[in-house]
Every structure is written in C-alpha cells, then in structure tokens.
C-alpha cells in the first residue's frame, strides 16, 4: 500500500489530453512539493516534474503539473504513442522522513 | 554528460549481505545528495535512503533501517549500499539517483538522473 495514491490506470487517444491524479495527505503533498516521474517499458525512470510545476530542460511543454492541498495532478495535452509508460509521484514526507512514491499509473495511448 | 552506473547486485541467499556502488561522472559529485531507490518485479518504486553531499544527513525507509547502510566517497565520485540482514522482500532493481544540491529535505527532493540499476535477488 503507498502512501500516495494514484489511479492504476489511464488511457486515451493521440491528441487528447489526459490527467492522472495523486493524493495524500498533511504530512506530504500538505506541506511539501510533488515531483513526478516517467517510466518508459524496461527503462529507468525519469524526472518529468519538479517542484509541483517545473520541466527539467528537455521536457515538452506538453507536460504540466499542478497542486492543491493535498492533492497534485499530472497533465498531458496533445497526447502521443512514445508517451506510453508508467507515471509516478513523489513528495517528502515529515512523518516518515523521506520521500514517498504513489502506486504508479500505467498510461496507455489506444 | 552525467552518469551514474551501478554494480554489485546478483543472487544472495537470505540473510546474506551486499554490498552496490554506484559510479559517477559528468558532474561535481561531492556537491549532491544521493539516493537509492528500488523496484521490485513488477511492482512501484520504493525510496530506500539518502545521503547528503557531506554524509552529515542521511535518512532511511523504515522497511531498511538497521539493516542498510548507505555511504559515499567523494573522493572516488562512489556511492554505496551495504545490505545486510537480506529478505525475500529485498528482492529489487536497484537505482542510484541524484538529488538536489546539498541534501534532500522537506520541499526539496528530486532524483535526476537515475542509472541503469543493478538487480538484486534474494532467494534459497
């Protein structure tokens, strides 16, 4: 069981756009940022989102993030076939001191 | 370019020990914190521990604690794990992952980039 959750699941059609949600609670997204991370099939994971709402250099503009409360979410607009992959987020927890994953979500582009 | 390449893994019998490096270039690495982080087959990704760039800070998840024991040299650009006590439930891909400059904290902690990762694999 993680300690944020995510949605297993998401699909959608090339061009559309797709959120997947994460939740948590005071200790966590509450009271620090969210990061988020990309998992192409057989691949390490890679930064796609920092600090809630920040690309590192390479990222599309394609991908955004966003938070409120205790709840983040990852966008992305104009959705295409390479973008398949699993998506995970991330924040520092103050009880438990480190940083904590969600579940996952394996997004799948029909 | 940044790299991170890590070694050590393989087949350990429960309660063994092990010991992965992770190599780095590319980057001033006495400079960082760094990361490991885990996932088992099939499963999510798991944080297991952080060092920062001066080994002042370093932080565990509970399901390694008293078992693990993470460490640099920054004289080499080497960061490692030593496992001992090991369990089925060990059984992981393991990454070596920056982090922020200085150390990883409340409202600021990122992995990037990540390495290959090294599998590790607990069984009789």
């Known amino acids: 069981q993680s300690v944020l959750t995510q949605p297993p699941s998401a699909s959608g059609t090339p061009g559309q756009r797709v959120t997947i949600s994460c939740s948590g609670s005071?200790?966590?997204?509450?009271?620090?940022?969210v990061n988020w991370y990309q998992q192409l099939p057989g691949t390490a994971p890679k930064l796609l989102i920092y600090?809630?709402?920040q690309r590192p250099s390479g990222v599309p503009d394609r991908f955004s993030g966003s938070k409120s409360g205790t709840s983040a979410s990852l966008a992305i607009s104009g959705l295409q076939s390479e973008d398949e992959a699993d998506y995970y987020c991330?924040?520092?927890?103050?009880?438990?001191?480190?940083?904590?994953f969600g579940g996952g979500t394996k997004l799948t582009v029909l | 370019e940044v790299q991170l390449v890590e070694s050590g893994g393989g087949l350990v019998k429960p309660g063994g020990s092990l010991r992965l490096s992770c190599a780095a270039s590319?980057?001033?690495?006495?400079?960082?914190?760094m990361n490991w982080v885990r996932q088992a087959p099939g499963k999510g990704l798991e944080w297991v521990s952080s060092?920062?760039?001066?080994?002042?800070?370093?932080y565990y998840a509970d399901s390694v604690k008293g078992r693990f024991t993470i460490s640099r040299d920054n004289a080499k650009n080497s960061l490692y794990l030593q496992m001992n006590s090991l369990r089925a439930e060990d059984t992981a891909v393991y990454y070596c992952?920056?982090?922020?400059?200085?150390?990883?904290?409340?409202?600021?902690?990122?992995?990037?980039?990540w390495g290959q990762g090294t599998l590790v694999t607990v069984s009789s």
């Open positions: 991330a924040a520092w927890d103050d009880s438990l001191t480190g940083e904590v």
């Open positions: 992952a920056r982090g922020p400059l200085g150390y990883c904290s409340s409202g600021l902690c990122w992995f990037d980039p």
């Open positions: 060092i920062s760039s001066s080994s002042s800070y370093i």
């Open positions: 590319g980057f001033t690495f006495s400079s960082y914190s």
């Open positions: 005071s200790s966590n997204i509450g009271s620090n940022t």
């Open positions: 600090s809630n709402n």
